[in-house]
């Protein structure tokens, strides 16, 4: 049963909740500003120890003070800005750590984590689990008279109302393409007078309001609708034709510069914003490809939704049309994304091992192979092994046979790559038997730590093994039946930021995976064959075998 217990080791256990530490609280909170949130939480930690029972809650990188923001120890200070408003609830020696927060402020929002003392010898925090609070407030006003007309001054007041922050001065400042012939000592107040010009049509406009003393800042983006005065401008045909791209869950648009092409994220959400300057103001429309006379377009508004971009490139054009005339503007879509890696995926067969390996990515990546330090990609076979590669559309896959050359200690491993990326799993054959280590398909930092943490567990475990055999087996008696196993985990990934020069790369603020798209799999498997308990001759001999175990 001994395996069975390496598990939660092998696949997300830790060395701390090994020793009897353990937090359970919810690692992300979300509040509005104003109200009151209840954190539900418990730990543990190693019962031999005596004495009284404190727990804290401290706010992270807070050089200031080391005051904790809540605690039952009565002769330690709290912070000023919380004390009153956030308290423990429950009983500590329930292993109750709950924390309660009332009228949650802007300025709270952080990253905290949670310490244990007990008598003179336990001082422990639980800092491998921490609990990010996250307090929303309301986005800035920003108020002014429509509409905007080139050449006359408008004057635009940014206004944010803070119940629950009020200690907090409020700074302000402005931000956008209009403003680059602006003073800026005069960017940075609550008002703002500002000239359209008729290249201010279309671009962005920020109010950025930080309160002061703390790393909370909330901002509101506005799109500048500047129209041609009457007095001002000639009628004129369409002309100055630009296109603004925005993605999911962002309202700015970022303008498109000297580019007839841009990469964007496989399954990212997007909207295209046409803009050209006319007067009388232009019809604009989107078509799939070039316009036609005959064309309909698929869409008879500026703005063009693009919920899920399906191929793997399409080309949209604008078209602005006044009575005075008309003119097109186009765009490429280029969609791309990292390898996506599954397997490798190994069988063996009496004295031969057949690995396959399969991976998505836009464009097509391509797949090869490691055999030690030898290199193998390709199609072709000799009396040792048979390499195979085919691809369709995003997929790649590849196969390897190995017909001779199974030795101890063996390095074998499957890479996709492409210009954005490259990922890698590798199998490594075990001494013994004929047995093999799998790294798969698990990405993030951890890898690596996962790896290491796996194989000194599964050496001390043989190492344990053989021990306890040695000293029940009988002097002059081999030992005949090496300890046997197979363990899945890890992969890795390595990003490439190289793209042809007549491209732009275009990514939303945050990295996060693209809507519709799910996270890599994580799996794991460990299979022990024909592990036997030897007991003394003289004794009846007993065995057991293990089957295999998979989780995924």
Sequence with gaps: MVPLLLLPLLWGGSLQELL????????????????DVHVPCSFSYPRYYSGELFIYWFREKDHHTNDAVATNDRKKPVKPETQGRFSL?????????????????????????????????LKYSYREKKLNLQVTGEKPDIQ????????????????????????????????????????????????????PRPQDHGTNLTCLVTLQGSQVALERTIWLNVSSSPCLSAPDAPRNLRIS??????????????????????????????????????????????????????????VLELPYLGTAEAELTCQAQNPLGSENISLSLIVVSPPQLLGPSCSQE?????????????????LRWRLGKGLLEGNFSNASFEVSSSSAGPWAN???????????????????LNIH????????????????????????????????LCLCLLFFYILKAR???????????????????????????????????????????????????????????????????????????TSTEYSEIKTS
Excluded at 20 to 35: D, I, N, P
Excluded at 429 to 439: D, M
Aim: proline content about 8%; hydrophobic content about 35%; charged content about 20%.
């Design 467 to 541: 021990r306890k055999q040695a000293a029940m087996r009988p002097e002059g008696v081999d030992d005949e039946d090496p300890v046997m196993g197979t363990v899945a985990w890890g992969s890795r990934q390595k990003p490439c930021s190289d793209s042809p020069p007549d491209q732009m790369v275009l990514s939303p603020a945050e990295d996060a995976p693209p809507p519709g798209e799910q996270e890599d799999l994580h799996y794991a498997s460990l299979n022990f064959h024909e592990m036997t308990s030897r007991e003394p001759q003289d004794q009846e001999a």
């Design 421 to 452: 990326g490259a990922r890698s799993g590798s199998v490594l054959l075990l001494p013994g038997k004929p047995a093999f280590l799998v790294v798969g398909a698990l990405g993030g930092a951890g890898a690596m730590a996962l790896l290491s």
């Design 245 to 302: 791209l925005s993605f999911r869950n962002v309202t700015a648009f970022k303008i498109l510069q000297n580019t007839s092409s841009i990469l964007i994220s496989e399954g990212q959400e997007l909207q295209l914003l046409c803009i050209a300057d006319s007067n009388p103001p232009a019809q604009l429309s989107w078509f799939q490809g070039s316009p036609t006379l005959e064309a309909t377009p698929i869409s008879n508004t500026e």
């Design 144 to 195: 002014f008279l429509e509409p905007l007309e080139s050449g006359r001054p408008t004057k635009l007041t940014c206004t944010l109302s803070l119940a629950c922050d009020e200690a907090h001065p409020l700074l302000f400042s402005w931000v956008g393409d209009a403003l680059d012939a602006m003073n800026p000592d005069t960017l940075h107040s609550s008002e703002l007078t500002l000239t």
């Design 350 to 366: 009496d004295e031969s091992l057949r690995c396959s390996c399969s991976s998505r990515a836009r464009p097509a990546p391509s």
């Design 20 to 35: 009897g530490y353990e937090l359970r609280v919810q690692e992300s909170v979300v509040v509005k500003a104003c109200m």
């Design 89 to 121: 609830l429950g009983n500590p020696s329930n292993n109750d750590c709950s924390l309660s927060i009332r009228e949650a402020r802007l300025s709270d929002s952080g990253v905290y984590y949670f310490r244990v003392e007990k008598g003179p010898t």
């Design 398 to 416: 590849g196969s390897l046979s190995l017909r001779e050359g199974l030795s101890s200690g063996v390095s074998l491993s499957c890479e996709a």
